[in-house]
């Protein structure tokens, strides 16, 4: 019988495991699918990551490395090139199916899981693009994949769909490998990804960034031919009249990433349709598993691996005091169990719930606005009190926000749930 | 007046850089942006990550970075210079695999170890 | 010399090649593309039909019945995934009432097992997520679906493995009579045969003119789909039909055998081989579809495509072509065309017969085949596999949980993929709601490990649907 295992070694297993470990628990397991620690950090080879955690600049790969080092040290079970098929079991005593070359199939006990699983791309089928069907319709990560590990350079001729951070990163990545990015095209009239990567990925290299624009028809029998561009109105819908024509042999997509959580929901975890991921408490515990916690892509997509980590180590600590808490004892639902919700302006929140008695002193609210904002102020309600405020100069979709929610202000409240909204300020 | 987004961390700080007063620099958040917006409109650089061959390795590409960043202007000829490189594993992490590259002061470094096939 | 030459190894080819494999004949099957059931078999709604649509009399409403039971029996013997889940017609308003008593009347002529009308309750009883407009329905339990690739592959393989020839990349570019049968030549070269089987699908026509005086058209009808990810895979349990028309059948909604959500087709007039979709045809079928299933969620979408189906007239034409010896039409087999497919091999073996070709059953017929399905072992039987050969331990596709054994049980079958999709294909890897975005790369590493295709070499389906395009850092040439 395993304390915990960890599914999953890219940067939230990987840190998961090290804060169990750190908090005393000696028999950890942590199962990797792929045949080394690090999961998709391996693939982004570029710059830019561990600025909050470590406070300087790493790659992808570096970034992996200093906490698979880390883990190293400690005495966690890893057992690579192993899938997780199954999560079975009852509080107190999970059962996580497992497979691998090396051990076959087998069938592990455990006291507590950790689900970090992480998440896949979102595919051409997802949002329905007109015309053939030919190769050279790639995800932007595939396509990452292809350039950066294999060495191999998918198209010469490119368009991508959706500017997401992988896919900025990927309009200079193919850039500098000699190909040509001709368009990067983005359904919403503002960006999805970070706008340092619209600066140093798309402006450096004069690829143009075509907002409010979407890809009407792929065009080609056997391999792309050209994919036609155009502008959308208000409502998201194509403006005849306005369509580009490029030639391309190629179209990467990097339309948005889904949680990947086949195992959480086999196993019957309750989750959020805002998050696609389980309802997790103020301890990443999902609400509805006893034991069974989730962090870093599996719970909600990220855009920064910082706050993967921070989350992570989080959730590893919070599993060891189950544990050593002998948390499954213990009925549920000691204490008032609040649920946190997004309100006006705001797409969700993580938590979904709170509860006061386990809280720390503060927990950390995660969230995504729904549209982007200017000047703007976050409200933190408890019930219909207002209890916090916080003012931004600008929030956008594709940059998560994070605000501390104190145990003090809400247990003055009293209230049933809480609640977060973004108000524009008008200027003065 | 220039505006520009500042690029050394995800912040995306909205920097305004005089240039007629000596590329003073407002609109930022920390003493990091008064640097970039100066250096931007003087002698902009940039980090380069990309890969070079790696026989035997794991995999058939090693990451690798410069060690520091370079002059916008000589990212072409850094890019060049990697074309010629060529590993072995295995590679360890941090090793420097090209010195001054393309005359930039800059080494070229892996960044992740390569263990052997 | 062959006795007999097959062009075309979409189902109805290949299930011809299966029936005569059972005999002591020299038999080829030419193919143009770079594996089987690259047509309209790849791209339908993948249902056997009861048998209650064909007017009663025709060679159609005889053979989708009999190739309906058929099919059962070799998707038993040849391991194809196959359910019985029965269909619904529909009957959405009054007037739809007399449609499904006349489907009813011609399904009792048919002599479809079973078939029987429903009462709107007794239909939302079997299926709660009907609209509630539903106010009768026609109830056909003998209805399955099926893989249509895999039943295709299946008796592609075991004809294969009787000693049947499958040429691929192999195109007919003309053929002529002789003194005792037919030259056909292909870009790989000539084939010289006593009979010639025309079972080319959307270009039959096109083919049967190489041969004969022009005799029919095809009309080539192109239907656009929906296919959702499993969470959608269990909104509805049987077939749902609405009334057909003119065009066709309608627009179905029916879960997959594979768990997801198949909804389509529209139909209208193409190219012989124009796949595309288009945002309007799909915007049709999705309405369509709610008005039998209002509740379907197409966010959960995972796969667009289209099929091409080749329509002529309101009957197949299974005929020897006037005015020359020996040349064989299998066309117009549209749908119930996949359903009707065993049996249309069964009955040009017949014609054969009866032209007088000596048919000896060979002693050593094979009859079964059997793959690998990791994914719906119990735990005993994966440990069992994964002790007997480590490959089963290893899972390349996750969506779908295919393992490298199951790959490599295909790359080496009696009819190796070529390409992604091939591979797709015979594993289901890639199927599923990342649609090869993850396992793709590794896929195409043992295409070149196992079977030598470098990799940019590696195609995603058909010729000229290259993967990659170049190495970068100039490539091992600096090395």
């Known amino acids: ?428 | 007046m220039k505006d520009l987004i500042c690029i050394v961390c995800p912040k995306g700080c909205h920097l305004q850089v005089d240039e007629e007063h000596d590329y003073a620099v407002s609109g930022f958040g920390c003493p990091r942006g008064i640097a970039y917006g100066k250096a931007e409109l003087t002698a902009p650089t940039r980090t380069i990550t990309s890969t070079v061959r790696c026989r035997g390795g794991l995999y058939p590409r090693c990451p690798v970075k410069t060690s520091k960043p370079v002059p916008k202007a000589s990212i072409p000829a850094v890019m060049e210079a990697l074309n010629g490189v060529s590993l072995t594993a295995p590679v360890s992490l941090g090793q420097v695999v090209l010195a001054d590259v393309a005359g930039t002061g800059a080494d070229i470094q892996t960044t992740r170890s390569m263990q052997q096939r | 010399m062959y006795d007999v030459l097959i062009i075309g190894c979409g189902v109805v080819g290949a299930a011809t090649a299966f029936q005569l494999s059972k005999y002591q004949l020299k038999t080829a099957v030419l193919e143009r593309e770079n594996d089987v059931a690259m047509g309209t078999t790849k791209a339908n709604s993948a249902i056997l039909h009861a048998g209650y649509d064909p007017r009663p009399g025709t060679l159609m409403a005889k053979l989708n019945v009999r190739g309906a039971a058929l099919a059962a029996e070799l998707c038993s013997a040849l391991d194809v995934p196959r359910e019985q889940v029965g269909s619904l017609v529909l009957a959405l308003s009054e007037e739809d009432l007399p449609k499904i008593q006349e489907l009813y009347r011609r399904g009792i002529a048919n002599g479809v097992p079973g078939v029987q009308l429903l009462s709107g309750e007794e239909a939302k009883a079997m299926e709660p997520n009907l609209a509630p407009e539903v106010c009768g329905a026609l109830y056909a339990p003998t209805a399955a679906i099926c893989s249509p690739w895999e039943l295709c592959l299946a008796l592609a393989e075991t004809a294969v493995r009787n000693g049947v020839e499958l040429h691929l990349e192999t195109a007919v570019q003309g053929m002529q009579q002789t003194e005792n049968g037919w030259t056909v030549q292909t870009n790989q070269g000539d084939f010289q045969a006593k009979y010639v089987i025309n079972a080319a699908g959307t270009d039959a026509a096109a083919v049967h003119d190489m041969a004969a005086p022009h005799a029919f058209d095809i009309a080539p009808s192109s239907g656009q789909y929906w296919l959702l990810d499993k969470s959608e895979g269990d909104r509805v349990s049987h077939v749902i039909f609405q009334v057909p028309s003119a065009a066709g059948k309608g627009v179905l909604v029916a879960p997959t055998v594979h768990g997801n959500l198949i909804v389509g087709p529209d139909a209208r007039a193409t190219g012989p081989h124009d796949t595309s979709v288009t945002a309007a045809g799909l915007a049709y079928v999705q309405s369509c579809a709610r008005r039998s299933v209002p509740s379907i969620d197409f966010r959960a979408n995972i796969r667009n495509f289209a099929g091409v189906r080749a329509k002529s007239g309101e009957d197949f034409i299974l005929q020897w072509a006037d005015d020359v010896r020996g040349f064989l039409d299998l066309a117009g087999t549209a749908s119930p065309g996949l359903t009707a497919a065993t049996a249309i091999g069964e009955y040009a073996v017949e014609l054969l017969q009866q032209d007088g070709l000596a048919l000896q059953p060979k002693e050593n017929f094979i009859c079964a085949r059997h793959r690998v399905r990791f994914k719906e072992l119990p735990p005993e039987d994966r440990a069992a596999l994964v002790q007997g050969n480590p490959a089963y331990g290893k899972v390349i596709c996750r969506c779908e949980t295919v393992t490298e054994g199951e790959i490599l049980d295909a790359l080496h079958g009696p009819i190796p993929p070529r390409s992604l999709d091939g591979v797709k294909r015979r594993t289901n890897a890639g199927m599923g709601r990342c649609q090869g975005g993850f396992c793709g790369p590794r896929v195409a590493e043992l295409l070149h490990r196992e079977l030598g295709i470098p990799l940019g070499e590696v195609l995603q389906d058909q010729a000229g649907s290259w993967l990659l395009r170049r190495e970068t850092k100039g490539g091992a040439a600096h090395v």
């Open chain 1, 1 to 428: 019988m395993y304390d915990c295992i960890v599914i999953g070694g890219g940067p939230a297993g990987l840190a998961a495991a090290s804060a169990a470990w750190e908090q005393g628990l000696r028999k950890i397991l942590l199962a990797e699918r792929d045949v080394e620690l690090g999961g998709i950090l391996n693939q982004c080879i570029h710059n830019g990551f561990g600025l909050h955690y470590f406070k300087e600049e790493l790659t992808g790969p570096e970034y992996a490395a200093r906490f698979a080092e880390k883990l190293r040290e400690t005495g966690v079970e890893v057992r690579m090139d192993t899938m997780v098929l199954d999560l079975k079991g009852a509080p107190g005593r999970r059962e996580v199916h497992m497979v691998s070359r090396d051990k076959g199939y087998c069938i592990e006990e455990a006291r507590s899981v950790i689900l970090a699983m992480g998440c896949r791309e979102r595919t051409r089928g997802a949002i329905s693009i007109p015309g053939t069907r030919p190769a050279g319709v790639f995800t932007a990560g595939a396509a990452q994949r292809y350039v950066n590990m294999e060495g191999w350079l998918p198209g010469e001729r490119i368009v991508i769909l959706g500017s997401g951070d992988i896919g900025l990163i990927m309009a200079r990545r193919l850039t500098l490998e000699g190909a040509k990015v001709l368009a990067c095209v983005e359904l919403m009239p503002y960006s999805g990804g970070l706008t340092r990567n619209i600066v140093q990925c798309l402006q450096d290299y004069n690829i143009p960034l075509y907002l409010s624009h979407t890809v009407t028809e792929i065009r080609g029998k056997d391999r792309v031919e050209q994919v036609v561009v155009s502008q959308v109105d208000g409502r998201r819908n194509p403006i005849p009249g306005t369509e580009m024509v490029f030639d391309c042999d190629t179209l990467l997509l990097s339309v948005g990433l889904i949680p990947e959580n086949e195992l959480s929901r086999q196993a019957g975890a309750e989750m959020d349709p805002r998050t696609n991921g389980p309802r997790v408490a103020e301890n990443m515990e999902s609400i509805s598993l006893s034991g069974v916690f989730a962090c870093g892509n599996v719970a909600h997509v990220h855009d920064l691996v910082d706050f993967v980590t921070e989350e992570s180590l989080r959730a590893g600590a919070a599993a060891a005091h189950y544990v050593q808490s002998q948390g499954w004892e213990s009925a549920d639902g000691e204490g008032p169990v609040l649920p946190v919700q997004p309100g006006p302006g705001v797409s969700y929140v993580l938590p979904q719930a709170v509860r006061p008695a386990e809280m720390d002193k503060t927990c950390t609210l995660s969230f995504r606005v729904s549209q982007v904002f200017g000047p703007c102020k976050i409200i933190l309600k408890a019930g219909e009190a207002q209890i916090a405020s916080f003012p931004r100069e600008r929030l956008a979709p594709g940059e998560m926000e994070r605000i501390p929610l104190p145990k003090v202000l809400l247990e003055r409240a009293q209230a049933q749930s809480v609640s977060v909204s973004v108000e524009e300020v008008s200027a003065q």
